[in-house]
């Protein structure tokens, strides 16, 4: 389908059923509560991270992008670190290093709620936290909560826990629920290395000869 001159046919019926069901009013309700949502995110972060692209009146559009080069300068904490941070608190992270390298591009969207858009500013802001404890020396630039992010229930189960921190501010940060706690399966792989070193991970197949 990618040879097609019009791209994958699947996707345009969901396109047009979401116009259709939507309507005229609904579009235009949706565009005005996504940037509203954008611009009350960047606000409440402005204070925490430089955001890019703002317009003569300090607005953004629809997504706001905060800038996070100024802090791996500083501290060596990068976009992928607060990524791998963000799954402590139970999010998906952003989009990464699009449109700008080293940035997180932030779009709500229409479909968040004032409490989930909170959630995550406040997630953010404790993660900005996090970091100025790196700035100030009291975690070191390679053994912190962001580099060893995220943190799986096989991380607390060990007995011999080595890490300048606590089980709970790996695993509960800013007081996450202990009921509602999303765990992640696997602590950090290879990612663009394991895209550009393949191998194969089949055992070898026995030989038997008569």
Same mark, same amino acid.
């Given at each position: 389908?990618?040879?097609?001159?019009?791209?994958?046919?699947?996707?345009?019926?969901?396109?047009?059923?979401?116009?259709?069901?939507?309507?005229?009013?609904?579009?235009?309700?949706?565009?005005?509560?996504?940037?509203?949502?954008?611009?009350?995110?960047?606000?409440?972060?402005?204070?925490?991270?430089?955001?890019?692209?703002?317009?003569?009146?300090?607005?953004?559009?629809?997504?706001?992008?905060?800038?996070?080069?100024?802090?791996?300068?500083?501290?060596?904490?990068?976009?992928?670190?607060?990524?791998?941070?963000?799954?402590?608190?139970?999010?998906?992270?952003?989009?990464?290093?699009?449109?700008?390298?080293?940035?997180?591009?932030?779009?709500?969207?229409?479909?968040?709620?004032?409490? /989930?858009?909170?959630?995550?500013? *406040?997630?953010?802001?404790?993660?900005?936290?996090?970091? !100025? +404890?790196?700035? %100030? &020396?009291?975690?070191?630039?390679?053994?912190?909560?962001?580099?060893?992010?995220?943190?799986?229930? /096989?991380?607390?189960?060990?007995? *011999?826990?080595?890490?300048?921190?606590?089980?709970?501010? !790996? +695993?509960?940060? %800013? &007081?996450?629920?202990?009921?509602?706690?999303?765990?992640?399966?696997?602590?950090?792989?290879?990612?663009?290395?394991?895209?550009?070193?393949?191998?194969?991970?089949?055992?070898?197949?026995?030989?038997?000869?008569?």
């Amino acid at each position: 389908m990618s040879a097609a001159p019009w791209g994958s046919a699947g996707i345009l019926p969901i396109t047009w059923m979401y116009i259709t069901m939507m309507g005229a009013e609904g579009l235009r309700k949706a565009t005005v509560v996504a940037i509203l949502n954008a611009n009350y995110m960047a606000q409440k972060l402005s204070a925490h991270f430089p955001v890019l692209y703002t317009g003569q009146n300090g607005m953004v559009a629809h997504e706001c992008i905060i800038d996070l080069r100024p802090l791996k300068q500083s501290t060596g904490v990068t976009d992928e670190d607060i990524a791998k941070r963000l799954m402590d608190f139970g999010f998906h992270a952003p989009t990464m290093s699009f449109p700008v390298p080293g940035t997180l591009m932030i779009e709500p969207t229409e479909s968040e709620s004032r409490a /989930e858009l909170d959630r995550f500013i *406040d997630a953010m802001i404790h993660i900005r936290e996090e970091i !100025a +404890a790196i700035e %100030a &020396g009291d975690f070191s630039r390679e053994d912190n909560p962001l580099k060893n992010a995220p943190h799986t229930l /096989e991380d607390l189960l060990e007995e *011999d826990w080595q890490r300048p921190y606590g089980k709970r501010q !790996a +695993a509960f940060p %800013a &007081g996450q629920d202990t009921v509602d706690k999303f765990w992640p399966c696997v602590n950090r792989v290879d990612n663009a290395f394991g895209d550009r070193n393949l191998f194969c991970a089949r055992q070898p197949s026995k030989i038997f000869s008569k």
